[in-house]
């Protein structure tokens, strides 16, 4: 086993290049990796993802700690002979990648700390991705007022740029320390401190002072297995993200002709037009739909006491195949065998009362040609399958049943 790693990090969160000797191989996550003697590569872990680099150029993809060993998880297994036991490298962090974790980070401490000041509601997770960054409170719910109470509290705290301080604390210090909760570990326990208004046992990186966050906006949140999961932003995240929502905003407000204040009642006015539309087409489908079966019960072929409609509809969805073919089953005799192909074929069969079929028994006469399944009652039933090229064959099959 390789020697602890020094962890230059701890000292300073800004350092983003070093040199360092090769100690030992290894493997993490299937990967080859090496340790080194001192590193500022930041292993995944206490919610905060790993540090993406290079080392002597080579490329980092993981870091895991181990023991108190930091491995540095190569891209490139075949690159593992270009870092040798006890050679000499040069390493280099992903800068930009370092500093957004450093601002969502030190953000979620403040948010954290400003719900509990504001609203009195506990986190009790933290998640850091690519694309989002959570905490989880201990609420049954959270209003617009507490989440914007909390949000304006942890800005405040940024934008009067208090100290953050990280540094290792004997048991004497720790046990007059108020900490936000209960350290993780028993001994060497590495404290954040942001001025007076929050401390952490933390492991991460954080800015020097709380400006480095930059700001924080609250996006959402929603119920989350019992309590409240909320969807933040901090810094440069924060800046994309109301670059985003104005650019969306702008484009929408141009396409309707508003400044973007008057988007919310332009989407409104939209809405109620889109319903007024949606009505009269539905009035008119209807009417349409009244007015086919009208004409192919016109023309329907008599057998006995029934008239049978036998007809494939295509882009009729199952609602307007079952009104044309309840239409036609609602005239003396009228028998509707209707089908619609697509992605999945659909049947309806409707039996007036006095035609003396089942619609049932018609139906199943066409459902194995489609590998499908359906069903219902005398006077109508419905079903469906995948093979819609045999919705012709199909229909054949449950008209020629109905002649029976």
């Known amino acids: 086993m390789a020697s602890k790693t020094d962890r230059l990090y701890y000292a300073d969160s800004y350092l983003a290049r070093f040199t360092a000797t090769v100690l030992a191989h290894g493997a993490v996550g299937g990967r080859a990796a090496v340790a080194l003697d001192r590193s500022v590569f930041y292993p995944e872990g206490g919610g905060q993802p790993a540090d993406y680099g290079t080392l002597g150029g080579i490329a980092i993809a993981d870091v ?3 023991g108190g060993v930091v491995w540095h998880a190569l891209a490139r297994a075949e690159d593992l002979a270009a870092l040798p036991l006890g050679a000499r490298v040069e390493g280099a962090i992903d800068w930009p990648r370092r500093l957004d974790h450093m601002q969502q980070h030190c953000g979620q401490h403040l948010l954290t700390a400003a719900f509990i000041a504001a609203c009195g509601l506990a986190t009790t997770s933290f998640h850091l991705g690519d694309d989002s960054v959570t905490i989880d ?3 049954p719910g ?3 007022a507490q989440a914007r109470a909390a949000e304006d509290l942890a800005n405040a705290v940024i934008w009067d740029d208090l100290p953050v301080t990280a540094r290792f604390v004997t048991p004497e210090e720790l046990a007059s320390l108020p900490l936000r909760k209960p350290p993780s570990v028993a ?5 954040v401190s942001i001025a007076d208004f929050d401390h952490s046992a933390c492991g991460g990186t954080h800015p020097r002072s709380a400006g ?3 700001a924080i906006r609250v996006i959402r949140w929603g119920r989350q297995r019992g309590g409240v999961r ?3 932003a901090c810094g440069g995240r924060a800046l994309a993200a109301f670059r985003r929502l104005s650019a969306a905003a702008g484009g929408a407000a141009a396409a309707l002709s508003v400044g973007a204040d008057e988007l919310p009642a332009a989407v409104e006015r939209l809405q109620v037009a889109l319903r007024a539309a949606q009505k009269e087409l539905e009035q008119a489908q209807s009417a349409l739909d009244a007015a086919d079966a009208e004409a192919r019960y016109a023309v329907a072929e008599p057998h006995g006491a029934a008239r049978l409609v036998r007809a494939a509809l295509p882009g009729l969805s199952v609602e307007r195949l079952r009104r044309v073919a309840q239409a036609i089953a609602g005239r003396s005799g009228g028998v509707a065998i209707l089908g619609a192909p697509g992605e999945r074929a659909q049947l309806v069969v409707a039996c007036a009362a006095d035609s003396g079929r089942d619609a049932r028994q018609i139906l199943q006469a066409g459902l194995p040609l489609l590998d499908g399944r359906g069903g ?3 006077t ?7 093979r819609s090229e045999q919705i012709a064959a199909a229909l054949d099959a449950m008209a020629a049943a109905a002649r029976a």
Not at 187 to 191: K, L, P, Q, T
């Open 212 to 214: 480095g966050v930059g």
């Open 64 to 66: 895991q700690a181990e």
């Open 376 to 378: 219902g009652g005398p």
């Open 230 to 232: 909320v969807e933040f």
């Open 187 to 191: 001994e060497n326990v590495r404290v």
């Open 142 to 144: 959270l209003t617009e």
């Open 137 to 139: 409170l201990d609420a």
């Open 380 to 386: 109508l039933a419905q079903g469906g399958g995948p």
